[in-house]
C-alpha cells in the first residue's frame, strides 16, 4: 500500500523545487500551507494537485494533514522556530517524515523528544535529507569503511564547483542561514562524545578539485549518525568551504561576533560578509543553479593523523540535488521501504548500498575524484 506524500512549504523555493522534482517521478503530492491563494496558484502549476490549508506552528492542523503510513515533507524554516509541530505530528500519526533543515539543534531535539515514540508507532523520520547532509553521510561511510577499524579521526568538507558568483547562487533562506550560523555554536564528536564548539574556530584544507582549498569549522549531522555506525571513531568534525577565499577571514570574524554579536554594528558586519543583507527573496533560476554544482569530501585518518581514505560525493547544485533526494526518500517511504523506523540517519533509514545506487541514479557519484591530487 502506498501512503499519500503532503509537502509543507510548497509555495517557497525549496518546497517548490521539491514539489517539481515528486511531479517528475509521476507522484501526486498534496501540497500544505498557510496562504489559499498561493496554494491554488502552485497546485495549478504543477496540473492541478490537491492542496490543504493547514499553520506549521499548529500541532492540530499539521496533525490534521496526514494518517499513519503518509509521508509529511517539509522545507519550512528556520525549523528550531517553525519545525516541531510538524516533527511531533509525524511522529504520533505514525507518518513517514522528512525535511530539509540544515540546523543540527533541531536534528538533536527532535530525536530527544520524539525518537522513542516514533519507533512505536512506525514512523520513519529522517531529518536533513538534502545537501545538507547526504552526501557527508555517504561520504564518511564509504571513507570509514574503507579505512577500516584504523580510522580514528573523519573530516569532511562541504564545497561547491564551479562558481556561486559572490553569493548569487544562494537562495535568500541560504544566506539568512549562513549569517546566522557564525553566532552559533556547532557541535563536533571529539573524544568519544559530542561537545559544542565556536563556530569557524578552526579552519582546515582539502583536496577539492584540482587544488586545495580552505573550509572553516561548520556544522552537520554526520556527528551525530556516523560515530553508532563505527564506533572506532574518536573524531568526526564537519567543515565549511562554499567561499574557501573567506574561510580565514571568518574564522577571525567568530571570535570576534561571538563576543559582540548583540552590538549592532556587529551584526551589520556578518550581514555583509555572509550577503544576507543583499539578494531578493527566492532563489536561483535554473540557469543560475547550473553554474554551480555540488562537492563533498571525506578524510578518514589514523591515530596519526595519516590518511587512510579519501572520498568525493559530487553531483549536482546543491538545491537541485536537496530536491532529489528529499523526492526519492519521500517517494520510498510512501512506499513502505523504509528500513528502521525513528528518528534516524540516511543510512539506517535506507542502507548504504540503497543510498549510493539512488544518488548515482540522480547524479550523486562517490568515490575517488579524478581531478584530485592526492592518491586515493
Given amino acids: 500500500m502506498t501512503g499519500r506524500i503532503v509537502v509543507l512549504g510548497a509555495t517557497g523555493y525549496a518546497g517548490g523545487l521539491a514539489v517539481e522534482a515528486l511531479v517528475r517521478r509521476g507522484t501526486r503530492p498534496v501540497i500544505a500551507g498557510l496562504r489559499p491563494q498561493a496554494l491554488a496558484a502552485t497546485a495549478e502549476r504543477f496540473g492541478g494537485l490537491d492542496t490543504q ?31 516541531f509541530a510538524a516533527a511531533r ?21 527532535i530525536h ?16 536533513a535529507f538534502g545537501n545538507d547532509y ?19 579521526s573523519l573530516d569532511i568538507g562541504y564545497f ?13 533562506g541560504t544566506r539568512a542561514t549562513m549569517s546566522d550560523a557564525i553566532t552559533l555554536p556547532v557541535t563536533v564528536w571529539k573524544n568519544g562524545r559530542l561537545e559544542d564548539q565556536r563556530a ?24 551525530l549518525f556516523l560515530p553508532p555506525a563505527f564506533p572506532h571513531l574518536e573524531s568526526v568534525e564537519v567543515y565549511n568551504g562554499w567561499f574557501p577565499e573567506l574561510s580565514r577571514a571568518m574564522s577571525l570574524l567568530s571570535a570576534v561576533v561571538n563576543t559582540a554579536v548583540r552590538i549592532e554594528p556587529g551584526r551589520r558586519l556578518v550581514a555583509a560578509v555572509t550577503g544576507r543583507s543583499g ?41 537541485d540535488l536537496t530536491a532529489e533526494l528529499m523526492a526519492w526518500a519521500a517517494d520510498r517511504l ?41 592518491p586515493v
Avoid at 160 to 172: A, E, T
Avoid at 200 to 223: I, P, W
Avoid at 337 to 361: I, K, N, R, S, Y
Fill in 200 to 223: 569557524a574556530s578552526r579552519v582546515l584544507t582539502f583536496d577539492a578539485g584540482a587544488r586545495r582549498k580552505a573550509a572553516m569549522l561548520a556544522t552537520g549531522t554526520e556527528v
Fill in 53 to 83: 490549508v493547514a499553520d506549521v506552528t499548529d500541532f492540530d492542523s499539521v496533525r490534521a494533514l496526514v494518517e499513519p503510513g503518509d509521508v509529511l515533507v517539509t522545507t519550512v524554516g528556520p525549523f528550531e522556530r517553525l519545525g
Fill in 279 to 319: 539578494g531578493a527573496p527566492g532563489g536561483p533560476d535554473a540557469a543560475e543553479r547550473s553554474r554551480s554544482g555540488a562537492h563533498t569530501v571525506a578524510v578518514a585518518r589514523d591515530r596519526g593523523g595519516a590518511v587512510l581514505a579519501e572520498v568525493h560525493a559530487t553531483g549536482p547544485n546543491v538545491y
Fill in 89 to 109: 505530528a509525524a511522529a504520533e500519526q505514525g507518518a513517514h517524515y522528512v525535511d530539509s533543515t540544515g540546523e543540527v539543534g533541531f536534528v538533536r531535539a
Fill in 334 to 374: 510512501a512506499s513502505g521501504h523504509g528500513e528502521q523506523p525513528g528518528v534516524v540517519g540516511p543510512v539506517e533509514a535506507f542502507g548504504l548500498d540503497t543510498l549510493l545506487a539512488a544518488g548515482a541514479e540522480m547524479g550523486l557519484t562517490v568515490g575517488a575524484d579524478p581531478r584530485s591530487r592526492r
Fill in 160 to 172: 561547491v564547483d564551479g562558481s556561486l558568483r559572490r553569493g548569487r547562487g544562494l537562495s535568500s
Fill in 112 to 127: 530527544e523528544r520524539h525518537d522513542a515514540v516514533a519507533r512505536k508507532t512506525g514512523a520513519v523520520m529522517v531529518p
Fill in 134 to 152: 547526504v552526501p557527508g553521510v555517504l561520504a564518511g561511510a564509504v571513507a570509514a569503511r574503507e579505512a577500516g577499524d584504523s580510522a580514528r
